[in-house]
Protein backbone atom coordinates (compact mmCIF):
# COMPACT_ATOMS: atom_id res chain seq x y z
CA UNK A 1 0.00 0.00 0.00
CA UNK A 2 0.91 3.39 -0.31
CA UNK A 3 0.51 6.18 1.77
CA UNK A 4 1.44 9.73 0.82
CA UNK A 5 0.24 11.68 4.25
CA UNK A 6 -0.30 15.63 3.43
CA UNK A 7 -0.49 18.07 6.18
CA UNK A 8 -3.10 20.46 6.64
CA UNK A 9 -2.23 23.67 5.99
CA UNK A 10 -2.98 26.72 8.13
CA UNK A 11 -5.30 28.51 5.41
CA UNK A 12 -7.74 25.33 5.84
CA UNK A 13 -7.47 24.85 9.37
CA UNK A 14 -8.40 27.92 9.84
CA UNK A 15 -11.71 28.44 7.65
CA UNK A 16 -15.09 28.25 9.15
CA UNK A 17 -17.61 25.58 8.81
CA UNK A 18 -19.63 27.52 5.94
CA UNK A 19 -16.17 28.01 4.61
CA UNK A 20 -15.51 24.57 3.92
CA UNK A 21 -18.56 23.98 3.34
CA UNK A 22 -18.94 26.20 0.44
CA UNK A 23 -15.37 25.37 -0.65
CA UNK A 24 -16.60 21.26 -0.84
CA UNK A 25 -20.01 22.33 -2.75
CA UNK A 26 -18.21 24.13 -5.28
CA UNK A 27 -15.86 21.53 -6.68
CA UNK A 28 -18.49 18.96 -6.45
CA UNK A 29 -20.46 20.44 -8.15
CA UNK A 30 -17.43 21.45 -11.05
CA UNK A 31 -16.14 17.66 -10.90
CA UNK A 32 -19.25 16.18 -11.47
CA UNK A 33 -20.00 12.21 -12.09
CA UNK A 34 -16.01 12.35 -12.55
CA UNK A 35 -16.29 12.72 -8.62
CA UNK A 36 -18.20 10.51 -5.72
CA UNK A 37 -17.52 10.33 -2.29
CA UNK A 38 -18.27 7.51 -0.16
CA UNK A 39 -19.16 8.11 3.81
CA UNK A 40 -18.98 5.54 6.32
CA UNK A 41 -21.81 5.32 8.79
CA UNK A 42 -19.44 6.46 11.51
CA UNK A 43 -18.15 9.72 10.06
CA UNK A 44 -19.22 12.88 11.60
CA UNK A 45 -22.69 14.82 10.16
CA UNK A 46 -20.23 17.42 8.76
CA UNK A 47 -18.68 14.91 6.90
CA UNK A 48 -21.39 12.72 5.81
CA UNK A 49 -23.43 15.68 4.46
CA UNK A 50 -21.05 15.90 1.89
CA UNK A 51 -21.56 12.03 0.85
CA UNK A 52 -22.74 11.05 -2.31
CA UNK A 53 -23.24 7.65 -1.27
CA UNK A 54 -23.38 6.43 2.48
CA UNK A 55 -23.29 2.83 3.58
CA UNK A 56 -21.01 0.23 5.93
CA UNK A 57 -17.82 -1.15 4.54
CA UNK A 58 -19.76 -3.97 2.50
CA UNK A 59 -22.34 -1.54 1.31
CA UNK A 60 -19.47 1.18 0.03
CA UNK A 61 -16.88 -2.04 -1.18
CA UNK A 62 -20.04 -2.91 -3.55
CA UNK A 63 -20.97 0.85 -4.60
CA UNK A 64 -17.02 1.30 -5.93
CA UNK A 65 -16.88 -1.78 -7.41
CA UNK A 66 -19.61 -0.73 -9.64
CA UNK A 67 -19.17 3.07 -10.06
CA UNK A 68 -17.83 4.78 -12.99
CA UNK A 69 -16.22 7.81 -11.30
CA UNK A 70 -12.86 8.43 -12.19
CA UNK A 71 -12.01 9.91 -8.36
CA UNK A 72 -13.39 7.89 -5.76
CA UNK A 73 -12.73 9.85 -2.21
CA UNK A 74 -12.82 7.75 0.83
CA UNK A 75 -14.46 9.04 4.08
CA UNK A 76 -13.82 6.36 5.86
CA UNK A 77 -10.40 4.43 7.73
CA UNK A 78 -8.02 3.44 5.50
CA UNK A 79 -8.29 -0.32 4.95
CA UNK A 80 -11.73 0.77 3.40
CA UNK A 81 -9.90 3.03 0.69
CA UNK A 82 -7.57 0.12 0.18
CA UNK A 83 -10.41 -2.31 -0.58
CA UNK A 84 -12.22 0.53 -2.72
CA UNK A 85 -9.05 0.62 -4.81
CA UNK A 86 -8.82 -3.61 -5.29
CA UNK A 87 -12.06 -3.44 -6.67
CA UNK A 88 -12.50 -0.72 -8.96
CA UNK A 89 -10.82 -0.58 -12.00
CA UNK A 90 -7.15 0.64 -12.88
CA UNK A 91 -8.17 3.88 -14.57
CA UNK A 92 -10.06 5.09 -11.18
CA UNK A 93 -8.26 6.64 -8.20
CA UNK A 94 -8.62 6.34 -4.83
CA UNK A 95 -8.01 9.04 -2.27
CA UNK A 96 -8.85 9.29 1.60
CA UNK A 97 -8.86 12.80 3.32
CA UNK A 98 -6.32 11.30 5.72
CA UNK A 99 -4.41 8.68 5.15
CA UNK A 100 -3.36 8.34 8.52
CA UNK A 101 -6.55 7.26 9.66
CA UNK A 102 -6.36 3.41 10.64
CA UNK A 103 -8.14 1.10 12.70
CA UNK A 104 -7.01 -0.53 15.75
CA UNK A 105 -8.79 -4.33 14.95
CA UNK A 106 -7.17 -4.20 11.48
CA UNK A 107 -3.94 -3.22 13.02
CA UNK A 108 -4.36 -6.73 15.67
CA UNK A 109 -3.22 -8.99 13.03
CA UNK A 110 0.40 -8.50 11.41
CA UNK A 111 0.75 -11.09 7.80
CA UNK A 112 4.10 -12.44 9.54
CA UNK A 113 2.31 -13.23 12.59
CA UNK A 114 -0.23 -14.98 10.54
CA UNK A 115 1.30 -16.79 8.15
CA UNK A 116 3.35 -17.88 11.33
CA UNK A 117 -0.28 -19.47 13.11
CA UNK A 118 -0.71 -20.82 9.39
CA UNK A 119 2.19 -22.43 9.38
CA UNK A 120 1.68 -24.31 12.31
CA UNK A 121 -1.96 -25.25 12.09
CA UNK A 122 -0.99 -26.22 8.44
CA UNK A 123 1.24 -28.69 10.50
CA UNK A 124 -0.57 -30.30 13.24
CA UNK A 125 -3.65 -30.83 11.25
CA UNK A 126 -4.41 -33.25 8.58
CA UNK A 127 -7.74 -31.40 7.96
CA UNK A 128 -8.78 -28.84 5.17
CA UNK A 129 -8.10 -25.20 6.69
CA UNK A 130 -10.37 -22.67 5.37
CA UNK A 131 -8.85 -18.68 5.66
CA UNK A 132 -11.38 -15.97 6.31
CA UNK A 133 -10.39 -11.92 7.06
CA UNK A 134 -12.66 -9.68 8.10
CA UNK A 135 -12.68 -6.64 5.65
CA UNK A 136 -11.16 -4.85 8.82
CA UNK A 137 -7.39 -6.12 7.29
CA UNK A 138 -4.48 -5.08 5.23
CA UNK A 139 -4.50 -5.77 1.57
CA UNK A 140 -1.55 -8.24 2.56
CA UNK A 141 -3.97 -10.35 4.50
CA UNK A 142 -6.72 -10.39 2.30
CA UNK A 143 -4.30 -11.36 -0.32
CA UNK A 144 -3.52 -14.04 2.28
CA UNK A 145 -6.67 -15.62 1.67
CA UNK A 146 -7.19 -15.32 -2.00
CA UNK A 147 -3.88 -17.55 -2.34
CA UNK A 148 -5.26 -20.18 0.62
CA UNK A 149 -8.65 -20.76 -1.03
CA UNK A 150 -9.72 -18.21 1.77
CA UNK A 151 -12.31 -14.86 1.43
CA UNK A 152 -13.03 -11.90 2.87
CA UNK A 153 -16.00 -11.40 4.97
CA UNK A 154 -18.05 -8.11 6.47
CA UNK A 155 -20.10 -7.89 9.64
CA UNK A 156 -23.18 -8.40 6.97
CA UNK A 157 -22.19 -11.67 5.61
CA UNK A 158 -19.79 -13.57 8.41
CA UNK A 159 -22.49 -16.12 8.72
CA UNK A 160 -22.66 -16.78 4.63
CA UNK A 161 -18.70 -16.43 4.88
CA UNK A 162 -18.18 -19.57 7.43
CA UNK A 163 -20.74 -21.41 4.90
CA UNK A 164 -18.73 -20.55 2.25
CA UNK A 165 -15.83 -21.84 4.16
CA UNK A 166 -17.34 -24.93 5.62
CA UNK A 167 -18.24 -26.05 2.36
CA UNK A 168 -14.37 -26.52 1.49
CA UNK A 169 -12.66 -27.07 4.16
CA UNK A 170 -13.52 -29.04 7.86
CA UNK A 171 -12.08 -25.97 10.07
CA UNK A 172 -11.77 -22.45 9.60
CA UNK A 173 -9.19 -19.56 10.61
CA UNK A 174 -10.67 -16.49 11.19
CA UNK A 175 -9.34 -12.91 12.07
CA UNK A 176 -8.73 -10.49 12.90
CA UNK A 177 -11.62 -9.75 15.22
CA UNK A 178 -12.53 -12.80 17.69
CA UNK A 179 -15.92 -11.15 18.29
CA UNK A 180 -17.18 -11.26 15.21
CA UNK A 181 -15.87 -14.66 14.55
CA UNK A 182 -17.11 -16.57 17.96
CA UNK A 183 -20.61 -14.11 17.91
CA UNK A 184 -21.04 -15.82 13.74
CA UNK A 185 -20.15 -19.33 14.96
CA UNK A 186 -22.01 -19.62 18.21
CA UNK A 187 -25.12 -18.60 15.84
CA UNK A 188 -24.31 -21.12 13.68
CA UNK A 189 -24.42 -23.68 16.05
CA UNK A 190 -20.71 -24.11 16.86
CA UNK A 191 -20.27 -24.64 20.14
CA UNK A 192 -17.73 -22.26 22.54
CA UNK A 193 -15.83 -25.65 23.40
CA UNK A 194 -14.97 -26.27 19.37
CA UNK A 195 -13.54 -22.53 19.27
CA UNK A 196 -9.64 -21.96 19.88
CA UNK A 197 -8.30 -18.24 20.76
CA UNK A 198 -4.95 -18.35 18.83
CA UNK A 199 -1.95 -18.37 20.53
CA UNK A 200 1.43 -18.50 19.52
CA UNK A 201 2.27 -20.10 22.92
CA UNK A 202 1.67 -24.18 21.96
CA UNK A 203 0.60 -24.78 25.85
CA UNK A 204 -1.73 -27.29 27.54
CA UNK A 205 -4.93 -25.17 25.95
CA UNK A 206 -3.47 -24.43 22.57
CA UNK A 207 -1.95 -28.24 22.53
CA UNK A 208 -1.91 -30.43 18.78
CA UNK A 209 -5.10 -32.24 20.44
CA UNK A 210 -6.82 -29.22 21.14
CA UNK A 211 -5.98 -27.23 17.31
CA UNK A 212 -7.09 -30.80 15.47
CA UNK A 213 -10.26 -30.50 17.89
CA UNK A 214 -11.12 -26.91 16.82
CA UNK A 215 -13.76 -26.23 14.07
CA UNK A 216 -13.04 -22.29 14.42
CA UNK A 217 -9.80 -20.89 15.35
CA UNK A 218 -9.91 -16.91 16.54
CA UNK A 219 -7.33 -14.64 15.84
CA UNK A 220 -7.62 -12.35 19.45
CA UNK A 221 -8.41 -9.28 18.02
CA UNK A 222 -10.97 -6.70 18.97
CA UNK A 223 -12.64 -3.14 18.26
CA UNK A 224 -11.54 -0.63 20.62
CA UNK A 225 -14.71 0.82 20.21
CA UNK A 226 -16.87 -2.11 20.69
CA UNK A 227 -15.53 -3.26 23.72
CA UNK A 228 -16.72 -0.48 25.99
CA UNK A 229 -20.47 -2.09 25.96
CA UNK A 230 -21.18 -4.24 29.10
CA UNK A 231 -23.68 -6.60 29.58
CA UNK A 232 -23.93 -5.24 33.32
CA UNK A 233 -25.59 -2.15 32.05
CA UNK A 234 -28.23 -4.39 29.71
CA UNK A 235 -29.33 -5.56 33.38
CA UNK A 236 -29.51 -1.99 34.36
CA UNK A 237 -31.38 -0.94 31.71
CA UNK A 238 -33.66 -4.10 31.71
CA UNK A 239 -34.25 -3.12 35.40
CA UNK A 240 -35.40 0.77 34.24
CA UNK A 241 -37.51 -0.42 31.36
CA UNK A 242 -38.58 -3.80 30.36
CA UNK A 243 -39.75 -3.14 27.58
CA UNK A 244 -36.34 -1.81 26.12
CA UNK A 245 -34.59 -3.47 23.18
CA UNK A 246 -30.97 -4.33 22.75
CA UNK A 247 -29.41 -4.46 19.23
CA UNK A 248 -25.61 -4.43 19.26
CA UNK A 249 -22.79 -4.86 16.73
CA UNK A 250 -21.05 -8.57 16.51
CA UNK A 251 -17.77 -6.55 17.13
CA UNK A 252 -19.44 -6.65 20.70
CA UNK A 253 -17.82 -9.11 23.20
CA UNK A 254 -19.82 -12.49 23.38
CA UNK A 255 -21.69 -12.14 26.92
CA UNK A 256 -23.19 -8.96 25.59
CA UNK A 257 -23.51 -10.54 22.64
CA UNK A 258 -26.16 -13.39 24.44
CA UNK A 259 -27.81 -10.79 26.94
CA UNK A 260 -28.83 -8.66 22.91
CA UNK A 261 -32.37 -8.87 21.44
CA UNK A 262 -30.46 -8.26 18.87
CA UNK A 263 -27.42 -8.84 16.52
CA UNK A 264 -25.97 -7.48 13.28
CA UNK A 265 -23.62 -4.88 11.08
CA UNK A 266 -24.50 -1.71 10.59
CA UNK A 267 -26.80 -1.82 8.08
CA UNK A 268 -28.72 -4.52 9.57
CA UNK A 269 -29.06 -1.87 12.97
CA UNK A 270 -30.16 1.01 10.63
CA UNK A 271 -32.82 -1.22 8.95
CA UNK A 272 -34.36 -2.56 12.37
CA UNK A 273 -34.22 0.87 13.89
CA UNK A 274 -36.05 2.24 10.32
CA UNK A 275 -38.82 -0.50 10.61
CA UNK A 276 -39.13 -0.51 14.78
CA UNK A 277 -42.74 0.67 15.47
CA UNK A 278 -43.03 4.75 16.85
CA UNK A 279 -42.53 4.59 20.89
CA UNK A 280 -40.63 1.61 21.10
CA UNK A 281 -37.16 2.09 22.82
CA UNK A 282 -33.77 1.05 22.10
CA UNK A 283 -30.40 0.73 23.19
CA UNK A 284 -27.35 0.37 20.50
CA UNK A 285 -24.24 -0.82 21.09
CA UNK A 286 -22.43 0.74 18.24
CA UNK A 287 -20.44 4.16 17.07
CA UNK A 288 -21.88 6.82 18.86
CA UNK A 289 -22.12 8.97 15.51
CA UNK A 290 -24.25 6.37 13.93
CA UNK A 291 -26.69 6.45 17.12
CA UNK A 292 -26.72 10.13 16.98
CA UNK A 293 -28.02 10.12 14.03
CA UNK A 294 -30.36 7.03 14.17
CA UNK A 295 -31.88 9.19 17.46
CA UNK A 296 -32.05 12.29 14.53
CA UNK A 297 -33.85 10.33 11.84
CA UNK A 298 -36.51 8.60 13.85
CA UNK A 299 -37.23 11.21 16.76
CA UNK A 300 -40.54 9.32 17.63
CA UNK A 301 -38.38 6.39 18.68
CA UNK A 302 -36.62 6.46 22.43
CA UNK A 303 -33.54 5.61 20.94
CA UNK A 304 -30.11 5.93 23.12
CA UNK A 305 -26.04 4.38 22.92
CA UNK A 306 -25.91 0.81 25.30
CA UNK A 307 -23.29 2.84 27.75
CA UNK A 308 -23.35 6.16 30.03
CA UNK A 309 -20.64 7.74 27.90
CA UNK A 310 -20.32 7.84 23.86
CA UNK A 311 -18.02 5.54 22.78
CA UNK A 312 -15.96 7.27 19.74
CA UNK A 313 -13.60 6.00 17.15
CA UNK A 314 -10.51 8.27 16.96
CA UNK A 315 -9.55 6.95 13.29
CA UNK A 316 -13.29 7.89 12.02
CA UNK A 317 -12.64 11.08 13.45
CA UNK A 318 -9.66 11.84 11.91
CA UNK A 319 -11.74 12.44 8.74
CA UNK A 320 -12.54 16.18 9.08
CA UNK A 321 -14.39 18.79 6.84
CA UNK A 322 -11.27 20.65 6.56
CA UNK A 323 -9.16 18.05 5.74
CA UNK A 324 -12.08 17.05 3.16
CA UNK A 325 -11.68 20.57 2.07
CA UNK A 326 -8.49 20.55 1.49
CA UNK A 327 -8.37 17.15 -0.21
CA UNK A 328 -10.97 18.22 -2.85
CA UNK A 329 -9.13 21.55 -3.47
CA UNK A 330 -6.33 19.50 -4.34
CA UNK A 331 -7.73 17.04 -7.07
CA UNK A 332 -9.39 20.42 -8.53
CA UNK A 333 -5.93 21.62 -9.40
CA UNK A 334 -4.70 18.08 -10.44
CA UNK A 335 -2.75 17.49 -7.93
CA UNK A 336 -3.64 13.86 -6.77
CA UNK A 337 -2.61 13.55 -3.50
CA UNK A 338 -3.86 10.70 -0.51
CA UNK A 339 -3.68 8.47 -2.92
CA UNK A 340 -4.64 4.86 -1.80
CA UNK A 341 -3.23 2.37 -4.30
CA UNK A 342 -2.60 -1.34 -3.34
CA UNK A 343 0.84 -2.72 -4.03
CA UNK A 344 0.74 -4.86 -6.65
CA UNK A 345 2.10 -7.56 -5.35
CA UNK A 346 -1.10 -7.87 -2.71
CA UNK A 347 -4.04 -6.75 -5.19
CA UNK A 348 -4.41 -9.45 -7.78
CA UNK A 349 -4.79 -12.28 -4.88
CA UNK A 350 -7.04 -9.80 -2.82
CA UNK A 351 -9.34 -9.17 -5.96
CA UNK A 352 -10.16 -12.57 -5.58
CA UNK A 353 -10.70 -12.98 -1.72
CA UNK A 354 -13.16 -10.22 -2.13
CA UNK A 355 -14.33 -11.35 -5.68
CA UNK A 356 -15.50 -14.26 -3.76
CA UNK A 357 -17.41 -12.27 -0.90
CA UNK A 358 -19.55 -9.97 -3.33
CA UNK A 359 -20.29 -13.02 -4.97
CA UNK A 360 -21.69 -14.22 -1.47
CA UNK A 361 -24.77 -11.54 -1.36
CA UNK A 362 -24.73 -11.62 -5.20
S1 LIG B 1 -14.92 1.42 15.10
FE1 LIG B 1 -13.42 -0.17 15.59
S2 LIG B 1 -13.38 -1.52 13.79
FE2 LIG B 1 -14.38 0.43 13.15
S3 LIG B 1 -12.69 1.66 12.34
FE3 LIG B 1 -12.90 2.21 14.51
S4 LIG B 1 -11.41 0.85 15.57
FE4 LIG B 1 -11.73 0.01 13.51
Given at each position: MTINPTKLPESFSKLSASELNGIIKRIKAKLGNRLLILGHHYMSDAVIAHADRRGDSFGLAKIAAETQAEYIVFCGVHFMAETADIVTRAEQQVFIPDPTAGCFLA??????EVKAAWQVLRSVSDMRIVPVTYVNSGADLKA???????????S????????????????VFFFPD????????YRKGIALDEMLLWSSDLSASNSEDVIRRAKVILWDGFCIVHQEFDSDYISRLRREDPQV??????????????????????????DKIKNAPVGSHWAVATEKNLVNRLKEDYPDRRIEILQTFEPACQSMAQISLARLAFLLAQLERGNLI???AVDERYAG?????????LELNA
Open positions: DCARIEFCGENGGLVCTSNAAAALNWAFGRGDKQHLGRNTARIIVHPECDFDVAQSADDMGSTAYIINRVAARIALKRM
